[in-house]
């Protein structure tokens, strides 16, 4: 490989100093069998991945409520027990010098109402607007259904209430921080794209309105954990789950809220780049998006990611031209649980993912530590 120096560059993070700018990305998993509390086999993943040596990892996405539910044994955190779980969890990774934040997560209208846990909450579907989802679904569901029409969300500002439980949840977890999940279409993305809010309130129809839940929810975490610990993951292009505005209505939103979380002084913000495989609608706004938002982050307090589709060598790159801070890579850690350490060395990855068992299989009667715990590690 060329020079990858840049990665192993010590990042100061607010009150934390991360190892190295190789970042461990949020990706659903499905293996909190046979419930959504955390098991034994996601504290060996995570833990493997500490070992590894990943400068800071980013859990998977975690359900704050059993109403925003969508995948099964996806893990939530709005129960004692599921805290207890990521106590396991976070102990495992901190033995290992490692460092976590909790990706705090509701899925809004591609949420489905016979989906386990969402009949067990007892609540509809909720979206901004009753504006169903093209395309996708529901594999785990007889007859494999599509989405369907949400309803409405009669005042937001209820909401954040749930998002500030799961902000005090996760701090007793004993993560370092947390992560708003704000792209892929999922809730609060919904309230940003046009396409898919058409509320006529304070919530809708300008960007200030529409950027005003991303902006309330962040700040109900920076309540919680102060705003050094906080972060947000956006996803500008979309194509994810059905959203995406024209170029020109997507620059001016995204300008809008990224200008006002600069001025809250948060931890970071990643910008995951357009990927046309993740644009299965065709609905994406393809545009280059580290260079486009990057600069607008002016804040010293405040770190830039980069997401998706990085090479290692291009990830470098970009560190070593100051267009980003860190790079966060997802598929390489599944396969490689100690890709940063083989990069450091020197050492080939693994390229054989098991595909198929990469959401999990969804029941005990199967070996859910296939294709998730038991990836070889190098020999060093």
């Known amino acids: 490989m060329s020079n990858l120096k840049a990665f192993f560059r010590p990042l100061k993070f607010g009150p934390i100093t991360l190892k190295n700018r190789i970042f461990m990305a949020p990706m659903t998993r499905n293996r909190s069998v ?13 833990r493997q991945r500490a070992e590894g040596g990943a400068g800071l990892i980013i859990t998977e996405g ?7 539910s969508e995948w099964q044994n996806a893990p939530g955190i709005w129960s004692q027990d599921q805290v207890r779980g990521w106590k396991n969890v976070t102990d495992a990774v901190h033995e290992q010098g490692g460092v976590i934040f909790a990706q705090l997560w509701h899925l809004g209208h591609v949420s489905h109402p016979d989906a386990p846990e969402q009949i067990a909450s007892g ?27 949400p309803t409405a969300i009669d005042d937001p500002q209820a909401l954040l209430a749930q998002w500030k439980q799961a ?17 892929n279409g999922y809730l609060v993305h919904q309230f940003l794209d046009s396409t898919s809010n058409h509320r006529t309130d304070k919530w809708g129809g300008s960007v200030e309105n529409r950027a005003r839940f991303a902006l309330e929810v962040v700040k109900t975490a920076v309540d919680v954990w102060g705003p050094e610990r906080v972060g947000i993951k956006l996803n500008p292009a979309g194509g994810n789950n059905d959203i995406g505005m024209p170029i020109q209505e997507t620059l001016d939103t995204f300008r809008y809220l990224i200008s006002e979380l600069d001025k809250l002084g948060i931890a970071y913000v990643t910008l995951m780049r357009y990927v046309e495989a993740f644009d299965a609608t065709g609905r994406g706004t393809k545009h280059d998006v580290i260079d486009a938002y990057s ?10 990611f980069g997401n998706a589709s990085f090479t290692g060598e291009e990830a470098a790159r970009y560190i070593e031209d100051g267009k980003v801070d860190g790079v966060v890579f997802g598929i390489p850690w599944i396969a490689n649980p100690d890709f940063a350490k083989r990069l450091e060395n020197g050492k080939a990855l693994e390229g054989n993912i098991d595909f198929a068992t990469l959401y999990g299989r969804g029941g005990l009667e199967v070996d859910e530590r296939k294709g998730y715990v038991d990836y070889p590690v190098a020999t060093y």
Not at 37 to 45: A, D, F, L
Not at 127 to 149: D, H, N, W
Not at 172 to 182: A, L, T, Y
Not at 295 to 304: F, H
């Open 34 to 46: 046979p419930t959504n509390v955390p098991n034994s086999i996601n504290v060996e993943y995570y």
């Open 62 to 68: 975690i359900l704050i409520t059993q109403q925003g």
């Open 123 to 149: 609540q509809p579907v909720y979206a901004p607007s009753a504006i169903v989802a093209q395309g996708g679904k529901f594999r785990f569901l007889p007859g494999e259904p599509g989405y369907v029409t």
């Open 167 to 183: 902000a005090v949840n996760a701090k007793e977890s004993g993560f370092d921080g947390v992560e708003i999940h704000g792209a």
């Open 295 to 304: 600069s607008l982050l002016k804040n010293p307090a405040t770190r830039v």
